[in-house]
């Protein structure tokens, strides 16, 4: 587009693809399957650069993202508390209940989970290297609006651990769609 503004980047060609079956575990099986038979078409198209799996535990991504998600509410309690104390019941309930225990969420807390970030962007970016890592997108269907809430708290879980890695490393995630294909 005319007078669209040029963003500057810097080459990047990855050389690997990088499955993490720990977290493709996460997903509901039929997103397991429509994301595994798109990969292994992918993959054997040459649309991507080589697949390889790689071995990273579920307690590790499980570890990785309870840290993150301290260090997320702890900032968000940071930047919105004062004001949620001004404006009690503002909030729905399953929001308010998250709040809440942000509100707990110790300095110290905050930073444990933060040196374990750290020190997971780094495994990350040193690992992943000139590779890139592709997940599904999401565990499945979102769940319905009157779900019980333990289905409602097992799905916002995966989706977390599932979506907690791009932003431990910084990097930008790219969803694609893929459609089941007929049987």
Known sequence: TAGAPVIATPAWDPRRTVRLPAVEALASADVHATFGGWLSRADASGALPRVEADGLRAETVQQWCAAFRAVQAWEAWQAHGPWLREHPGSLGADVAERFAIAAGVSDESAAAGRRIVRAARDQLTRWLGDGVI??????????????????????????????????????????????????
């Open 134 to 183: 592709v997940i599904p997108t999401a565990p499945g269907a979102a769940p319905l609006r009157d779900a019980p809430a333990a289905a409602v708290q097992a799905a916002r879980a995966a989706t977390m651990q599932m979506t907690c890695l791009a932003s431990i490393v910084g990097a930008p995630a790219v969803s694609i769609p893929v459609l089941r294909s007929a049987d």
